[in-house]
């Protein structure tokens, strides 16, 4: 049965982990909070957040006792750490809103274990960059109980475009994980491209103006590499470890469908390479294209000579 929420409409919020997607996130919740609480393993952020933005800092028992809990950290392993801990202090009727990239079964577990709590859990990864956090644009993706999303839904709604519902505990960190798989396919695959364009001697940003204009566009050719790796500057934001962590969730969720997905499976293999180069958090997921590169001898910019990594 359905554990009825506290109130019809969440009064309290807070946010659990301010890293590059969470600090934005969070500050576009005092806009239509009055009690907005944050937290961070390093409280210093927490107390940044509450000079820019009004939010409030506060204790870890004191954040998790709000009627609306989002957290966003690197993994559901962390997730399920700040659930452990946070038991004694949870309200009932609240809903945990997790935005972390994580993993379906252990969404699946968080769900049931508030469950007996008197609470919720929603996973509610989401997609669209740190420009996105910041605009308040952020797509989620949504599994769980649909009338804690209807309860939970006026707090998210705040940093996101679009908030869809995709099916029961799990479901959400499936999408999310499918999506940067996906992303990553097509990112290798346009890597692949400018590699032999540019061997045969054509400008890379001239041949990303035609396929942005061709049947080849996406995301891949409009934004990231012209924004991150022709022009050599792979600002970190969205770390290559968890991008390879997402392909690897993606893979698991196609042995366990018995499905064949070899090509998701190939650039899975390739990203976790890439990652296992550098050391974890020390790179934004665009590097990747060095782990090609070493192959190709061929550098993605416009340099006609051959820059240093």
């Known amino acids: ?66 009627d609306v809990i989002f957290s966003c950290v ?13 038991k004694p202090y949870l309200k009932k009727g609240s809903v945990w809103v997790d935005c972390t990239s994580g993993v379906p079964e252990s969404a699946i577990a968080a769900a049931n274990t508030l469950q007996e709590l008197g609470s919720h859990f929603i996973d509610a990864p989401v997609s669209g960059q740190t420009i996105g956090a910041i605009n308040g644009t952020l797509t989620v993706m949504v599994g769980g109980d649909k009338s804690a999303l209807d309860f939970a839904y006026p707090a998210i709604d705040c940093f996101a475009g679009r908030i869809e519902h995709v099916g029961a505990s799990g479901g959400g960190f499936a999408v999310k994980a499918i999506n940067n798989t996906l992303f990553a396919v097509n990112s290798w695959a346009l890597g692949e491209g400018l590699s032999v364009l540019k061997a045969h001697g054509v400008n890379p940003s001239a041949a990303l103006a ?10 891949a050719s409009s934004a990231t590499f012209p924004d991150r790796i022709v022009n050599r500057s792979f600002p970190k934001t969205f770390t290559l470890d968890l991008m390879a962590k997402d392909c690897g969730i993606a893979t698991d969720l196609q042995q366990q469908a018995k499905l064949p997905a070899p090509v998701m499976a190939a650039v899975a293999s390739f990203m976790r390479a890439a990652s296992n180069q550098v050391e974890a958090g020390s790179a934004d997921f665009s590097e990747f294209i060095k782990f090609l590169e070493n192959w190709s001898q061929v550098i993605i910019s416009d340099e006609m000579t051959t820059p240093k990594n």
């Open 210 to 219: 035609c396929i942005n204009h061709s049947s080849g566009q996406s995301f």
């Open 74 to 86: 690197p993994t559901s392993a962390q997730t399920a750490e700040l659930i452990e801990r946070a």
């Open 1 to 66: 049965m359905t554990t009825q929420t506290a109130t019809q409409t969440p009064t309290s919020v807070s946010f659990l982990g301010l890293g590059a997607m969470g600090y934005p996130m969070a500050g576009h919740l005092v806009k239509a909070f009055d009690s907005v609480m944050v937290w961070n393993r390093k409280f210093d952020k927490a107390n940044q957040h509450e000079s820019e933005f009004g939010s409030k800092a506060v204790d870890f028992e004191t954040a998790v006792s709000a």
